[in-house]
């Protein structure tokens, strides 16, 4: 598997505002900001003049499982006085739940229009971290012989997709439309995971998903490309919740270059 | 009242048996304050709400139908054994009902799906169940019948033993004892069990989104659909939860009628 990475497009200008208050945020926070040349950082943020302490509480997108695991345990490692809980469920539904006041310090989602129907009060600041694009999963036998996108026009082929209200099912329904692709879909799964889960158990013949859920089954399912002219690429967004020190040195650890290089490990692409 | 109530003890008790009826009280009576009464008739007759409702009824009468032909007969032998492979088999009974419904349909994938126990020699033949009605069923099946068996098997129980005597002293089997004799004098109990077991259909949710998956018209039933309104339009999912609320309360008045007396 061969991680994909997305020429760095900073041409467009919400993407260079954002790189520049992460940078400011960065420099606030004492770490070292994302640095293009590579340069060796400090783990996992640097240290800041005073220890930090707390919970940071982190809803994520469930396509980000494998990598905010993965952000959370070396944050803690290089903050031991703070603790990060980390949840994942669709976008739709965790902005569903902040909304609803379920306490979080970060959100993380999948597409910058799942943070849509988010309270615009809760939302402190919002940064773009990562991308991704949509992939086929097949199990690794493919009885039904999908190769391409228009495989999955096969009647005998079951396909199964993310539900319509939740980000991936969205964005399958634009691929499939663009492609002018029908499916036998048997089901509508209410999360990525959910829907990647039904091929890993070999249920269903395919599954519409992003490329990093792909990278992140690590072999227990085979990715099938979707040609980039169909596709349809999500900016992921952090969004941040809440006011505290360890909040800000979280979010400031995901945009930096080791969090980014964290992330872009589980096949996402850059902002 | 023979004993006097003091204070004390009317505020030791009172105060969390209060704290207790609220904590139930609340939340439904929430769910009747924010719905938009006025919209639940539209939002009933819309268009992902109509099959649901359908796929709802039809799956839960099958339900129904499955406890009715196949729990009675189980009911009937466990009310008349009193053996050790007896109480087994009721408490083997016991586990879905305990059961988290999302580890049942975790068992129903293993044994249903298409490399499952079952599922297996199912697949040659061109059956498969995962993805279909039929899970749907099935799923709502796995719930539902222990509160079916266990609730007949209580009627049986408390049937007169010398009435299955003199049926037997006038020549009756099995059988005939049960249609003309057994079965209308626990038909109340039999009617408690299918409410109770129908009901228990309805809310499945855990086991149909995990072994069923979650499609319009095919495995989409109503609780599941409630899970996805809420994220498309949180007041038509309040709208058919007001419609569960109310079918939850009709089968209540069922059971207080002709099974809790």
């Known amino acids: 598997m061969t991680t994909r990475r997305a020429p ?37 943020g640097g240290t800041a003049s005073t220890p930090l302490q707390g919970t940071v509480t982190v809803l994520a997108a469930a396509s980000l499982t494998e990598s905010f695991d993965a952000l959370a345990r070396d944050f803690e490692a290089a903050h031991p006085g703070v603790t990060v809980q980390t949840s994942y469920g669709s976008s739709a539904t965790l902005v569903q739940q902040v ?41 690794p036998a493919n009885h039904a012989g999908i190769t391409s996108i228009d495989d999955l026009a096969k009647p005998s082929a079951k396909v199964v997709l993310c539900a319509d209200t939740v980000p991936c099912g969205k964005a399958a329904q634009a691929t499939l439309a ?59 967004p952090v969004i941040t919740l809440s006011d505290d020190a360890a909040t800000k040195a979280f979010v400031a650890y995901v945009l930096s270059a080791q969090g980014r290089s964290t992330v872009q490990s589980f096949g996402f692409g850059a902002p | 009242m023979r004993y006097a109530a003091t204070w004390r003890s009317r505020v030791t008790l009172g105060l969390p048996a209060a704290l207790a009826l609220l904590l139930l009280v609340v939340p439904l009576v929430a769910l009747l304050l924010r719905a938009d009464w006025a919209r639940i008739p539209s939002d009933l ?9 359908r796929l709802s009824l039809t799956t839960t009468s099958t339900t129904a139908l499955l406890c009715l032909l196949l729990g009675t007969p189980l009911a009937w032998f466990l009310a008349r054994s009193d053996s050790r492979a007896t109480s087994w088999v009721r408490a083997l009974l016991t586990v879905p009902l305990v059961l988290p419904p999302v580890v049942g349909g975790v068992a129903l994938l293993m044994t249903w799906g298409r490399n499952g126990v079952v599922g297996q020699y199912l697949t040659p033949l061109g059956i498969q169940i995962p993805f279909t009605t039929v899970a749907v069923v099935l ?45 209308p004098l626990v038909l109340p109990g039999i009617a408690g069990g299918l409410a109770l077991a129908w009901a228990r259909a309805l809310g499945e949710f855990g086991a149909t989104i995990t072994f069923a998956g979650n499609f319009p018209g095919r495995t989409q039933t109503l609780p599941l659909l409630v899970y996805v309104e809420l994220e498309r339009d949180p007041q038509v999912a309040i709208s058919i939860s007001i419609l569960l609320l109310a079918v939850s309360v009709l089968v209540l008045g069922v059971l207080r009628g002709r099974w809790l007396r």
């Open chain 1, 178 to 236: 663009k492609a002018h692709v029908v499916p036998n879909v048997v089901s509508k799964e209410i999360d990525v995971k959910a829907t990647l889960a039904k091929v890993k158990l070999a249920e269903a013949d395919a599954a519409v998903v992003y490329h990093s859920d792909v990278v992140a089954a690590k072999g227990s399912v085979k990715g099938v490309e979707i040609p980039s002219a169909v596709n349809t690429r999500l900016d992921y």
């Open chain 2, 139 to 183: 799923a709502e099946t796995f719930v539902a019948m222990p509160y079916y068996v266990l609730a007949v098997e209580g009627a049986m129980r408390g049937l007169d033993p010398r009435l299955e005597h003199v049926a037997r002293t006038l020549g009756a089997g099995d059988l005939r004892y049960l249609r003309t004799v057994g079965l």
């Open chain 1, 8 to 44: 760095l497009r900073r041409g467009t200008a919400p993407a260079a505002v954002a790189a520049m208050a992460a940078l400011l945020l960065a420099a606030c926070g004492g770490t070292t900001g994302p640095s293009s040349d590579g340069a060796a950082q400090p783990a996992a």
């Open chain 1, 99 to 139: 909304d609803n006041g379920a306490p979080a310090s970060v959100l993380a989602l999948a597409g910058t229009a799942a943070a849509q129907p988010l309270d615009k009060g809760l939302a402190k600041d919002t940064r773009t971290f990562a991308s991704n694009v949509l992939e086929i999963a097949v199990p």
């Open chain 2, 45 to 53: 007759a819309t268009p992902s709400v109509v099959p649901a409702l």
